[in-house]
Each structure stands twice: as C-alpha cells, then as structure tokens.
C-alpha cells in the first residue's frame, strides 16, 4: 500500500511557528509566564552547581589528607554541604512552583486557544465546511490540541532546562580544563550525529503520524453518520476495508516514529556510559603523566577535578539525552500548532455591508423612527454618503437582475438569473438536481456572493446589508436538518432566542408538531441528543419547520422541506406550512409538484438558466417542460 503523509515541516517554518506559539502563550500571560521561565532557569543553573561544590570539597579533603590536619577543614566541609542543602532546597522549591505555574499557563492556554478557533470558525464562510472533511477539523480540538498541551507542559520546559543546564555545565567545565572538555566534547559530536540521524527518522514519521491521526477521524465520523447508509446497502465490509488502509496508514507511520524513538534513548545511554569510561581514562592518564592542565581557574590538574568533571560528564550526556527525547515532542506540537494556526489564518467571511436591520416605530404621517424596544415592526437603517438616515420598512421584496454566479471562477453555474418576488408571493422552483434551485437561496442570504449581476431585497443592494441583518430577517428550512443537544422547547426558540414559552407553542402547533410532542416522554422538555436520533425524520422536519416559524421572518425560502416526510404527514405538514407562508415572501425548492401548484410564479431551471416561468396554469397552457414533468412524460432527476 502507497504511504501517505506529508513532508516534515521546513526548519525556517519550525522556528516561526515556534515564535507564534510563545507569543500566543505570552499574549494570555504576559506576566504569569515571564514568571515560570524564571523559576525554569534558577532550577536548571541550581542543578549544575554541585559539581562546583563537588570540587572544593574533594580539594579540602585532599589538603587535609596529605596534612593530616582533618579539624581545619571540617568546619568548611561543612559550611559547603549546609550551602549545598540550601541551594538543594531552593531547586525543589523553584521546580514545584514552576510546574505549578506551567499547569495553570498551559490549560488555561489550550482553553483560550480552543476559545479563539472555535470563534473564528464561526466566522469562516459556508465554502470552508464544505471543502474540510468534518473529522479533520474535529482532529484540531483534540488530537492538535493534545500535542501542543504536552510541548508547552512538558517539552519545552524540559528542553529550557536542558539546554540551560548544558551551556552551565560546559562553562564549569571550560573553567576547570579545557583538555577535559575537548575529551567531552569528541563524544558529544558522536551523539549529535546519531540523534541527527535516528531522531531525524523519528520526527519525520510523528509528523506523518499525526496527518493519518487527522484522515482517520475523518474516516471514522464518515462512517458513523452513514451507518443506516452503510448497512441499508451491505456495505459493512467496504467500510471495514476503507478504515483498514487508514488505519494501516495510521499503524505504519506510528510504528516507524515510534520503533525510532525508542531506539534513540537506549543508544544514547550507552554512548553516555562509553563516554564517562573515556573521560575517566583519559583524566587519569593525564594525572598520570602530569599534563599541564588548561583552565580558566588556573588550577592544577587533581583528583578533585576530575571526579568532578565524570559526574558532569554523566549529568551533560544525560541532558543531551533529555534534549533528543523533547525534540519529537517539540516538533509533534508544532506540527499540530501549524494546522492550528493554518484554521485561524483562513480568511473569514467578509463583510462590507452598513445596513442593518432595526426596531421601529409608524408615524401618523407614516414615517418610520428607530426605537430600542422590540415593536414587530422592522425596518432597514440606511446611512447615507452626505450623513442623512433613511428607514426601509422591511417587507420581503426580492429581486435578482442578470445575475451569474460560479463556485469557482472559471466554471459558472448560474446564468443571467432574473426575477423578482413582490411581498407575500410565492416563487417556486423547479428543475433536476444540479439546475441551480438551492443555489439561487443561497444568493438571497449570502452564503455565496454573486459574480455579476445585482440582487435587491427591498430596493436595497443586498451587498449593502450587514450579512446578519440580511440573515435575520430571512427563515430556512433545510431538507437536511439539524438539532442541538437540548430540549425540545430551546431547540425550537434556535430560531429566536428571546421568544416564550408560549411563542414557541404556538410555532409548533403552526407547523404541526404540536400533536407528537405532546405525546413524547417529557414534552416539551424532551431531552434531545445525536441530532434527534430519538425522533423520525419526519418529526425532526417538523421541529426545523416550528424553528423557522418562531423565528417569524417576512422571507422564508423552504428547500424540499417536506421531501423526507411521508404522503399523510405531508398533508398535515402542509396546511401549516400554507399559515406559516401567509403574508410572507416564500421561495420554495420542491422535487413534488402537487407542493407549488399555488404559487405566485414557478421558476423551471436547466443548467444554471431559467427556461420556463409562469403560474401553473400557465406553464401548462404552454405544454413546455413543466407540462411534460407533471404529466409524466419526464422524470425529476
């Protein structure tokens, strides 16, 4: 099977991934992080000086040995073990209230983060969700998120520490002989070679791993929302073998990071254990033959530097260990901040429009004023170039004139679309699936803006109007639909947030869901969880219909909203639905044509253009395609 995956991430790109990330955490504790990075460098530099102490205290003890003279020296010995145990104590101190300080900066951090994309997720357009398979964005929550939680906890701290305590050991080293260091030195060359090459193999595979993380979850929520599907057409072993290669995907590059990973450590610790043999050899045949020592300090080559300087040498292969161990981490966490970061960099839905949609009042004279209070009374406020106001009452009058539009630009699927809506008709539209009918009411709230051409909602350029205000004042019924975790009650008030108990009601008896609900566990009380999975199709339909009528818009476009109700709940569904469009604009997508035979106007499209329009009796007159369509004699692909 082919690998997939993607190449590891440029170093020029670690490193500003890297710095956004530290600004990101800087920026929610400006003051709480400076904090920790202190207690993290007072910890690391404390646990390199030991080895200083180390030192002075085998020299007395050399001193005093070849003289004999033990009481001279035992009141200093002691003088550096009790200084010793104080810087001992401050370490342990500094290390717990970094960590400390570490867990609150780090979930506090993961919280704003999740907070920041989640909200900017809500303002990228309707083209994002569906060019990104769903369980790939849920990949960033959880799995991106995870890594990032243990690069900025664990990881980067560590790697500080490390590298803190190596630069300090080095210059203890350094002052203390240079010779020595040099034999260090040789050896540390070798580890950084093989961590180069293992660690490399390691890096390049967790990478790769945490993209098939991402295809895997997609696969998985893919298959758990079509399992009715899956199982209606037997395709359970399909789906086994598609979540096979995933997984075998997931399995091959996990295995591959993981197998180098732990090979990496092993190697290292016995490269650190060769090294200390080296250092003790090397130090003790230069003891041996008297080597003038080169140093810093000016100090002569002894026993109490080089027992010192094994001790350091173990403590410097042991970070450049604790290096190599982070540095997968590091660079997992910055895999996952940059698909982070890659979501918060899409471009959000632009907005340019400056009317918004008001409370209003009627005058005697029958001007409309601006009132804070809600009347049911809605008008557009319109600023103006020369500073003046003007009040639109909103009525629902829709008008497209020559307008084409394309997903993309070089293909265009709608073409020289003009017609228009007065208040209170009803427009329907016909045609087969891919002829343009959803995507004309997706125009009219803005979830696309057209190529060329101009739409006019109440003699006002929709482009001028705020996209909420626009979408505000227009209800949607969707054929698919979608219910929140929640009641019943509060997922009917979806539609207005601010309606009763008793407005709410009274949308589901319009709608006709009153009955069902009524004779549920709870009523309206109902818990409902997994997008109504508790309710049929046709209940869940009738709830999107109430939410939509709660919402009491002067537009309601009705995309096959009855498509997935049965014949006798049709008739029900429809006597509400023909309450709920009364004195409304309604623009209606119907594969059923007994459903628009009493609308105002039917729109008959074929590939993006409008072929035949007129009222039903019309278009039958004129033994066209809608002729042919409600006879039979051609069928609604």
Known sequence: MRRKGGAPLPKGQRKDILMRVIKTVFSFYPVMLPIALLFILFNAIISSIPSVFMQNIIALVEQSWKTGDWASVAGQIGRLIGILVVLYVLSLAAGATYNQLMA?????????????????????????????????????????????????????????????????????????????????????????????????????????????????????????????????????????????EVNDELFYNAEKANRYANMLMPILGNIGNVLYVIVAIAGGAMYLANVPNLSISGLAFSISILIPFLNMTKQFAGSIGQVSNQLNSVIMGLAGAKRIFDLMDEQVETDEGYVTLVNAKEGKDGSLTECSERTNLWAWKHPHSDGTVTYTRLQGDVQFFDVDFGYTPDKVVLHDISLYAKPGQKVAFVGSTGAGKTTITNLIN????????????????????????????????????????????????????????????????????????????????????????????????????????????????????????????????????????KGRTVFVIAHRLSTVQNSDAIMVLDHGRIIERGTHDQLIALHGTYYQLYTGALELE
């Open 104 to 244: 609150i900066i780090t979930q506090g951090s993961l919280a704003k983060m999740r907070k920041k994309m989640f909200n900017h997720m809500q303002d990228l357009p309707i083209r994002y969700f569906d060019s990104h398979n769903h369980g790939n964005v849920m990949s960033y929550y959880t799995n991106d998120i995870d890594t990032l939680r243990q690069m900025v906890s664990q990881s980067m701290p560590n790697l500080l520490v490390s590298v803190v305590t190596i630069v300090s050991v080095i210059s203890i080293m350094l002052y203390y002989s240079v010779w020595m260091t040099l034999v260090v030195a040789f050896g540390v060359c070798f580890m950084v070679l093989v961590v180069k090459k293992i660690g490399g193999q390691s890096s390049r595979y967790f990478l790769k791993q945490q993209q098939a993380i991402g295809r895997a979850e997609g696969v998985v929520e893919e298959m758990m929302n079509g399992q009715k599907v899956v199982k209606v057409f037997c395709h359970e072993e399909e789906a086994k073998a598609v979540f096979d």
């Open 446 to 581: 803005r979830f696309h803006d057209i190529a060329d051409g101009k739409i006019r909602y109440d003699d006002i350029n929709i482009n001028k109007i705020k996209k909420a205000d626009l979408r505000r004042s227009l209800g949607m019924v969707l054929q698919d639909t979608n219910l929140f975790t929640g009641t019943v009650m509060e997922n009917i008030r979806y539609g207005r947030l601010d309606a009763t108990d008793e407005e709410c009601i009274a949308a589901a008896k319009l709608a006709g869901a009153h009955d069902f609900i009524t004779r549920l566990p709870d009523g309206y009380n109902t818990p409902l969880k997994g997008n109504g999975s508790n309710l049929s199709q046709g209940q869940r339909q009738l709830l999107s219909i109430a939410r939509a009528a709660v919402a009491d818009p002067p537009v309601m476009i009705l995309d096959e909203a009855t498509s997935s109700i049965d014949t006798h709940t049709e008739a029900i569904v429809q006597k509400g639905m023909d309450a709920l469009m």
